[in-house]
């Protein structure tokens, strides 16, 4: 069982320039969700997806967009990167956003590195 | 205001000592649950436990244990016998009564040999 895959693992980017995070589980899980991870700061919800077909904000969207292109996969798109957008980026899915019984499942995470 | 403390921002024991992550939470609500993730040098956080805010048994997996405290609002984590590949940063989270997740920042444990 793959669980969630993100690529890519590592990214270096030029202020300005856009890239696409893209995200898959293969867990037939509902909800998906994109964090970002940084020193000292635990982790930081920037969206997630309830549901295919539902998008809604966390708690750091600026700067950021999604697309929930199927049950399966989630992508996170940084139109034009700035350097505090550096940081480590992890997708995760659970079986139901308004559950307490659905434990997150995470990817190995992206390291992104704007210059 | 909801929140996560996690004191501690980095362990460092020798094996096969005992050790305790401490967490101490924030919250208006009576209904909650409180979760701690384990973060491994290769990056993927991996769910541990998780407790409700009803259930205040103390849970022992293996090595393990977890001593959740309503009335110090604390859920603290202990590994006994502690172990290289216990080597990880470890995550305490409390999910409100929106199903929002609030993470504390993360203790970073280090086992020597």
Redesign the interface.
């Known amino acids: 069982n793959a669980g969630v895959t993100q690529t890519p693992k590592f990214q270096v980017l030029k202020t300005g320039q856009s890239m696409t995070l893209q995200c898959a589980q293969d867990m037939n899980h509902n909800s998906m969700y994109w964090y970002r991870q940084d020193p000292g700061m635990g982790l930081r919800l920037i969206y997630y997806s309830a549901s295919e077909g539902t998008t809604d904000k966390g708690e750091v969207p600026n700067g950021y967009n999604v697309s929930r292109l199927n049950k399966r996969e989630f992508s996170l798109r940084l139109e034009s990167a700035a350097p505090s957008q550096t940081s480590v980026y992890f997708c995760a899915s659970s079986d139901r956003h308004d559950s307490y019984n659905s434990p997150l499942h995470f990817g190995n995470g992206t390291r992104l590195t704007v210059t | 205001a909801q929140k ?1 403390t996690q004191a501690q ?1 980095e362990i460092s024991v020798v094996e096969k000592e005992d050790v305790t992550l401490d967490c101490v939470y924030e919250t208006r609500d009576t209904t909650y ?1 409180l ?1 701690w ?1 384990k973060q491994p040098p ?6 541990l436990i ?1 407790r ?1 805010s009803f259930d205040e048994q103390n849970e022992i997996s293996g090595r393990y244990s977890w001593n959740f405290q309503k009335s110090t609002s604390s859920f603290n984590f202990t590994i006994t016998a502690s172990q290289v590949v216990d080597s990880a940063v470890y ?1 305490c989270a409390l ?1 409100d009564s929106n ?3 609030i ?4 203790t970073k444990l280090i086992i020597k040999p």
């Open positions: 996560v921002t649950y979760f993730y290769s990056g993927e956080l991996v769910f998780r409700n995550f999910m199903y929002q997740l993470w504390g920042a993360g």
